[in-house]
Every structure is written in structure tokens, then in C-alpha cells.
């Protein structure tokens, strides 16, 4: 199934389009507090196509993607009270319990690594919020850990664009499964140890 390289195909005709910076900075806002596609998909295409503009692609990304956070933050911080007496029911407190414990100890290095990683950061988000995680220490670590990351991927892709790409679009498929594979893998693994 080919599902990966026609969203590639997609991702690659929006990259192209007039209003193109404005939907990544949409869909880096939407991703990190409710949105399930991460805006590399978008941002990694577009800095391969207008590598002058890798940079200010990487800058768009990074605020747009800490302003949603921002607003998952404050979801978790304002709604957490409606979602409270469903997680006593089904019998997760204890689990959220040890979350909330482990946001409060490791805070800012859980942000780091959260907004670093392919670990969905809306999770990240959300729980600093409910967790009251100090909202400077919040930014800061969403500016750094973001910012790394989307300015890794925009680099990466301004000096070895043309390979990635060919070497990308060969595999794009095999990499799209392995990758949800990994994602549904680690979503179950942590499911389990929590």
C-alpha cells in the first residue's frame, strides 16, 4: 500500500503553495496539543523545496509549535477538573497519580525530552498543564527542545536536500509503517508499564 508516498505527494504540493508557510504554522499549532500529524512532515518537503528559506521555515514551525503547546498546556491546566473523576472511574488515578508526581520531579527535562522526540507532544502538553508545571519552565524547555529539533530537521534537509529526497522517496513507505509500527509499539509499551 502506497498510503505514505501519496501523502508525501500531498505534503510535497503544499509545501509549493502560495499560502504554504501559513498551514505549516497552522498545523504545527494543531499538532502540539491536538492534532496527530507532526509538522516534520510538512516542514522537512518544504525545506527541501526553498532550501534559502530553511531557516525561517524552522523559525515558523518552532513559535507556532510552542504557542500549541502553550494552548495544550492550558487545557490541561483549565479542563483537567471535568476529566478528574473519569480518570478515579476507570480506575487510572493511580497512574495519573504517578504522572502528575513525575511532571512535579522532572518537569523540565521531561519537557525537553517530549518536545525532542517523536513522542507525540501533545501528551507532554496537556500534562504540564493538569500537573501545574511552572509556566516559564514550560516555555523554556518547549523553545529549546523544539526549536532543536525543527532546526535539526530544516538543516539537515538545507544541506543534503537532494539525497534525503531521493533516498526518502524510495522508502518513504517502508519508512511511513515502520515508523507507525514503532509508534503503536511504544504507545502499547507504555500503556503496559504505566
Do not use: N
Not at 501519496?6 to 504554504?20: E, F, N, Q, S, T
Not at 477538573?81 to 473519569?86: G, N, S, Y
Not at 508526581?101 to 517523536?118: D, E, R
Not at 529539533?149 to 538543516?155: D, I, K, L, S, W
Request: proline letters at 6%.
Amino acid at each position: 500500500m502506497r498510503v505514505f508516498s501519496r501523502m508525501y505527494d500531498w505534503v510535497i504540493r503544499l509545501a509549493r503553495h502560495p499560502k504554504a508557510e501559513t498551514w505549516l504554522g497552522v498545523i504545527s499549532f494543531a499538532e502540539s496539543s491536538f492534532f496527530p500529524i507532526p509538522p516534520d512532515v510538512m516542514l522537512a518537503p518544504m525545506a527541501i523545496a526553498q532550501r534559502e528559506r530553511a531557516w525561517r521555515l524552522a523559525l515558523i514551525t518552532t513559535i507556532t509549535s510552542v504557542l500549541g503547546g502553550l494552548f495544550g498546556y492550558l487545557i490541561g491546566y483549565f479542563l483537567i477538573d471535568l476529566v478528574l473523576p473519569l480518570i478515579a472511574e476507570l480506575g487510572w488515578q493511580e497512574r495519573y497519580d504517578r504522572v502528575v508526581l513525575w511532571f512535579l520531579t522532572y518537569g523540565f527535562v521531561a519537557t525537553l525530552i517530549a518536545g525532542f522526540t517523536p513522542i507525540p507532544y501533545k501528551l507532554f502538553t496537556v500534562a504540564a498543564g493538569a500537573s501545574l508545571l511552572p509556566l516559564p519552565v514550560f516555555i523554556i524547555g518547549s523553545l529549546l527542545s523544539r526549536g532543536a529539533r525543527f532546526f535539526m530537521v530544516a538543516g539537515l534537509c538545507k544541506w543534503l536536500g537532494p539525497v534525503i529526497e531521493t533516498r526518502v522517496l524510495r522508502y518513504i513507505d517502508v519508512i511511513g509503517w515502520s515508523t507507525l509500527a514503532l509508534l503503536v509499539a511504544a504507545g502499547g509499551l507504555w500503556y503496559w508499564l504505566a
